[in-house]
T-cell receptor
């Protein structure tokens, strides 16, 4: 069964450093998402991406964040200058069509020290 | 965004049915009711969704009240693998992103 994959599974970085989290959505999916979950808290929506542009973003997704689909298969989330409060699980998700369910990846645990 | 209310936690015995309730009294006419679950240390997983009629799939059943102000996710025979946090989410037809609440943490006892 096709699945969303994410790399790395765990990323440790120092405050102020840039990180790139990578996702490979399911191949025929057209809509892509990033969510995050701080330890013990709710899953929070960050950004949605369709047709090579951001379609929606939350208040969390400020200028420190950016997304890209560089080669038609990968979908990346970049955090330019990480803060301690960026430590969280980051989940990528994709869906095939406008009314389809979302498929989530296993997540990347980001630890900012 | 329309809100949902779920119990914080529920317990079940293995191989028994589980009924997970969700209240959504402010649901709008075009909101779909989605259920996702999150197993420990994993990403959320789609379970089922519906609009007005009851729905069945291989994972679960969804019973929707006639006034649509509440719904119940039914796991027909709970297994240990069903221990997870279950989220009831309202989603507009054209809305892409999911708004997660705290969900119900289901524990399954052997």
């Amino acid at each position: 069964e096709p699945e969303v994959t994410q790399t790395p599974s765990h990323q440790v970085t120092q405050m102020g450093q840039e990180v790139i989290l990578r996702c490979v959505p399911i191949s025929n999916h057209l809509y892509f998402y990033w969510y995050r979950q701080i330890l013990g808290q709710k899953v929070e929506f960050l950004v949605s991406f369709y047709n090579n542009e951001i379609s929606e973003k939350s208040e969390i997704f400020d200028d420190q964040f950016s997304v890209e689909r560089p080669d038609g298969s990968n979908f990346t989330l970049k955090i330019r200058s990480t803060k301690l409060e960026d430590s969280a699980m980051y989940f990528c998700a994709s869906r095939e069509g406008e009314f389809s369910e979302q498929y989530f990846g296993p997540g990347t645990r980001l630890t900012v020290t | 965004d329309a809100k949902t209310t779920q119990p914080n936690s529920m317990e079940s015995n293995e191989e028994e049915p589980v009924h997970l309730p969700c209240n959504h009294s402010t649901i709008s006419g075009t909101d779909y009711i989605h259920w996702y679950r999150q197993l420990p240390s994993q990403g959320p997983e789609y379970v089922i969704h519906g609009l007005t009629s009851n729905v069945n799939n291989r994972m679960a059943s969804l019973a929707i009240a006639e006034d649509r102000k509440s719904s119940t996710l039914i796991l027909h025979r709970a297994t240990l693998r069903d221990a997870a946090v279950y989220y009831c989410i309202l989603k507009g037809r054209s809305q892409g992103n999911l708004i997660f609440g705290k969900g119900t943490k289901l524990s399954v006892k052997p």
